[in-house]
Every structure is written in structure tokens, then in C-alpha cells.
């Protein structure tokens, strides 16, 4: 539903103010599908056991549940003011997905912001999609879905670093950002870049749970490149724990993608490390995806993702999966995917978002689901 507002005057007893042309828009998605997974754990514990297979009716195959609103305020002379608030929620039952706060859920968990664009680029603040989730998807061929593609190979990097799965505040680098100023350039010859700077609105401290990060963007002739730096202090504390500005989050990124003729291909380079205590958290990442769109509405991904323990080369993990994606409308699509992982030591890499699976076995999963949009 889009809803136009337009207001030349509104009289009131203190006076008139004058509105310029805006727009407010409602959106949201509804993902939903049958999972099996060969085996299942309770939670992202390296000690945690096989609790064996599960078939599960899932959300989230391609991306999340989601509702929102956005709005744009013309202002003249090529400027805009925009806001957006949006959040995810589970299709199955209905609720609110984390917040950045453990064990807490929230409305508006994945963006609620506001700013201006223009000429000079965007600026928004507020809580919001980190930069670096962005170059992620956008240097592979699955798109950083929540079934096996760069992004639960991320968050397998995180599990090994010590993330419990209970907030989406991370050890390693950041999917959503809370006090998050962001700036975005504009596009030169393909050339663009992104800045981010969060406050950590911790008393006594200046670097208390800040995180700043840079990534710069080329994308012409089919070409996509991207190089991430994200760094972070007290980026991932227990709920007692006091902010001292600890630098203890480090994520680099290197990351390519080349469509022609209907194939796209893939590959990318990582390292997580905690800076603080590197012998503890240093993890290494790779990546390389094929893909092949057979017309504009079938389209096959495929990928392949490694992530090792540079201090502990017993911890490592390998997951591949490949999924097919049919688009019935502008609005409806089907997908069906398949993927292996192999967890060695305490490696927890899932296939697919929100399902654990127990350390030291491989997993096999498959996915049917249906994604539409409104």
C-alpha cells in the first residue's frame, strides 16, 4: 500500500506551516518454508550433541520476514528527507525477532532511521543495516541468503569467536548497527564508497562501544569489487559487563563478483580477528560462487565457503549449497535449495539462519519455500 500525501497549507491557531510534496510507503515480506536438516542442535555450543534430524516449517529461507515503512520530504533543490523503520519477525508464529540486547526482541529491530540525500550522497543515523552487510551480498552469487552463502558463513566466523546466538550484536563484525551515523558518496565512473561512525553513548568512556567501518565499492561492465574494514570496541559485552573501549572486534573483506552471458561468478578473502586477544579469536574466510540464469525468471546459485581457526587448525568448517529460484510474478517467488557442512572441533557453521547444528558431524539440508512481497 503507498500512501501520497499532499499538503499545500495547514491552518492552525497558532499559524500555517507550508509542506512540501512526500511520500509514505508500507512494505513488508512474507518467507516461509519446509526444512529438513540431517542433524539439529539446542544452541550454537561447541559442546552441544546431536539431537538428530528435524523437519521444521522454517522463516526465512531466502531472507527474513519483514514489514515497514519508508517516507521521502522533497525539500527543493534536489534534496530529500527520508526516514525508514522496519523489522523482522518469524512468519511461522508471528514473533519479533532480537534485538541488539540478549534475550530481548524489538519492533523495529533491523532499521529505524532517518536522514537526508542529495547531490552530496546520503546521510542517515540512527539503528540500521551495517555498510559491510551490503558488500557482502553483493560480492556473492547467493546474495548473503540465510541458507548456506556468505552470510551463515559469517556467522559460523562469529559462533567460533563466541556469539551465542542471542542478540545480533557479534563478535565479528556487524549485520545491524544501533547508533549508527552512515554516509554513502555518490557513484564516480562506478567508484563509490561508504563511512560509518557509532557512537557508543557510554558515560566515562569515549571509545566504549563504539565501531567504525569503511568500504569501497566498484561496480561497471558487469564487475562488482568491494573491500570492507570494520573495527569495534566492546562490540560484543555480556550483559554485566562494563564498556572500557576495548578494541575487540576486527573484520577485513575482500570480495569480487563478474556476471556475463548469464553466469555469474564469485570469490572473496576474510579475516575476523579480536585485536585485544588475537591468539584467541583469528579466523580466516574464503569464498567462490557460480551461478547461471537461464531466463529472467530461473535463475541457479551455487556456492562453496571455508572458514579456519588460525590458531587451532583442528577448527574449521566447509559448507556448500546451491539453490534454484523461480519467479511466478514481480511479487512471488519459489526457491528450492540444497546444502552440506562439515564442522571439525568446535566449528558450529550452520546452513541455514536460526537452525544450530552439532559440532564434529556433517549436516545435510533441504529447503522448499515461497517468498512474496508486498
Known amino acids: 500500500m503507498k500512501l501520497k500525501w499532499f499538503m499545500a497549507a495547514t491552518v ?18 512474507l518467507d516461509s518454508g519446509l526444512l529438513y536438516q540431517s542433524t539439529s542442535a539446542a544452541s550454537f555450543n561447541p559442546a552441544g550433541k546431536d539431537l538428530g534430524r528435524v523437519y521444521m516449517l522454517k522463516d526465512g529461507g531466502i ?5 515497514g515503512m519508508k517516507g521521502t520530504e522533497d525539500i527543493g533543490g534536489g534534496y530529500l528527507v527520508n526516514f525508514r523503520l522496519q523489522g523482522a519477525f518469524s512468519s511461522t508464529n508471528g514473533t519479533l525477532r532480537l534485538s541488539d540486547t540478549p534475550g530481548m526482541v524489538a519492533l523495529f529491530n533491523q532499521v529505524a532511521s532517518v536522514g537526508m540525500s542529495g547531490p552530496f550522497g546520503s546521510i542517515n543515523v540512527g539503528r540500521q543495516f551495517a555498510p559491510m552487510a551490503y558488500a557482502l551480498a553483493e560480492t556473492d552469487v547467493r546474495g548473503g541468503q540465510y541458507f548456506g552463502s ?4 559469517w556467522l559460523g566466523m562469529n559462533q567460533s569467536a563466541g556469539w551465542v546466538g542471542t542478540s545480533t550484536n557479534g563478535p565479528i563484525g556487524a549485520l545491524y548497527d544501533s547508533n ?16 560509518e561512525y557509532a557512537p557508543g553513548n557510554v558515560a566515562g568512556s569515549f571509545q566504549g562501544g563504539t565501531r567504525e567501518s569503511a568500504i ?3 561496480s561497471n561492465y558487469g564487475l562488482t569489487l568491494a573491500a570492507i574494514y570494520y573495527n569495534g570496541h566492546d562490540t560484543n559485552p555480556a550483559p554485566t559487563t562494563v564498556a572500557t573501549g ?10 569480487a563478483e563478474y556476471a556475463t552471458h548469464g553466469f555469474t561468478m564469485s570469490a572473496s578473502y576474510a579475516n575476523g580477528r579480536n585485536p585485544a586477544h588475537s591468539n584467541t579469536v583469528d579466523l580466516d574466510m574464503y569464498s567462490a560462487g557460480l551461478g547461471y540464469r537461464f531466463s529472467p525468471s530461473l535463475r541457479l546459485t551455487s556456492g562453496v565457503y571455508y572458514l579456519k581457526d588460525m590458531n587451532n587448525s583442528a577448527n574449521k568448517s566447509l559448507e556448500y549449497a546451491a539453490g ?8 512471488t517467488l519459489l ?37 512474496h512481497t508486498f
Open 324 to 331: 534454484l529460484e523461480y519467479s511466478l510474478s514481480k511479487a
Open 63 to 67: 531472507y527474513s520476514s519483514l514489514w
Open 150 to 153: 556468505i552470510l551463515t558463513s
Open 12 to 29: 492552525a491557531t497558532l499559524g500555517s506551516t507550508a509542506y512540501a510534496q512526500s511520500s509514505v510507503t508500507l512494505y513488508g515480506v
Open 335 to 371: 526457491y528450492a535449495q540444497a546444502g552440506h557442512v562439515k564442522n571439525e572441533g568446535t566449528a558450529t557453521t550452520t546452513l541455514t539462519y536460526g537452525a544450530p547444528v552439532a559440532p564434529r558431524t556433517g549436516t545435510t539440508a533441504v529447503n522448499l519455500g515461497i517468498r
Open 246 to 255: 576495548l578494541n575487540n572486534n576486527r573484520f577485513v573483506y575482500f570480495g
Open 180 to 195: 549508527a551515523i552512515v554516509y554513502n558518496s555518490p557513484t564516480f565512473a562506478g567508484i563509490s564508497a561508504s563511512l
Open 216 to 218: 569501497l565499492k566498484y
